[in-house]
């Protein structure tokens, strides 16, 4: 079945840059979406169509992808960033329909 | 203000069955795609589910083709799945979730809490 990596973990100081990779085959072709989730809470969609923010996220956030890595950027950390991270893609499995894939997520500690 | 509320979890025996339904409410339900997504106590996000928002178009995680059903019912705005021939290793917070277009399986841009289920005898 088809994979999307990502990182366990990554910590970082606030203020510091944080930097989140996804990889995967078919990020060349599809787009990837990132998701933070807080403790106990829904995710919340943070980065569409690799490199585009939502209404209501912070310009902190910020996407990009290049060949098979997407990349999740948070510029100045801050504690309330403390999340799991997801990235996100709709592939062509083996079956030859589509389907939805998550990476494995990364715990983003800030402290 | 877009709202999702899932409901129709439960505790249920291995081989059993249950219900979810996810009532929609703040935007054009029948236009967006919909999508079931999982995560087990502990773990990551697991995608589930999706229907597209027009023509009813389905797709599943090999995990579950065959046991499971997504359906819609656009003139009530609900979402439904019908899990059967449950797990232990189904036991999970199920979540609704919108899409960001009318196609499936596409992405998903706003998130109910969820309901969950336990699998176990």
């Known amino acids: 079945s088809y994979e999307l990596t990502q990182a366990p973990s990554v910590s970082v100081s606030p203020g510091q840059t944080a930097r989140i990779t996804c990889s995967g085959d078919?990020?060349?072709?599809?787009?990837a979406y990132w998701y933070q989730q807080k403790s106990g809470q829904a995710p919340v969609l943070v980065i569409y169509?690799?490199?585009k923010r939502p209404s209501g996220i912070p310009e902190r956030f910020s996407g990009s992808s290049s060949g098979t890595m997407a990349t999740l950027t948070i510029s100045g950390a801050q504690v309330e960033d403390e999340a799991d991270y997801y990235c996100y893609s709709a592939v062509i499995a083996s079956s030859g329909n589509y389907q939805g894939v998550f990476g494995g997520g990364t715990k983003l500690t800030v402290l | 203000e877009v709202q999702l509320v899932e409901s129709g979890g439960g505790l249920v025996q291995p081989g059993g069955s249950l219900r979810l339904s996810c009532a929609a409410s703040?935007?054009?339900?029948?236009?967006?795609?919909m999508t079931w997504v999982r995560q087990a106590p502990g773990k990551g996000l697991e995608w589930v589910s999706s229907?597209?928002?027009?023509?009813?178009?389905?797709y599943y995680a090999d995990s579950v083709k065959g046991r499971f059903t997504i359906s819609r019912d656009n003139s009530k705005n609900t979402l439904n799945l019908f899990i059967s021939s449950l797990r232990v290793d189904d036991t999970a917070i199920y979540h609704c979730?919108?899409?960001?277009?009318?196609?499936?399986?596409?992405?998903?841009?706003?998130w109910g809490q969820g309901t969950t289920v336990s699998v176990s005898s």
């Open positions: 979730a919108k899409g960001g277009g009318i196609a499936a399986p596409g992405y998903m841009d706003v």
């Open positions: 229907i597209s928002g027009s023509d009813y178009t389905t």
């Open positions: 169509e690799d490199i």
């Open positions: 703040g935007f054009n339900f029948r236009n967006f795609a």
């Open positions: 078919a990020l060349p072709k599809k787009f």
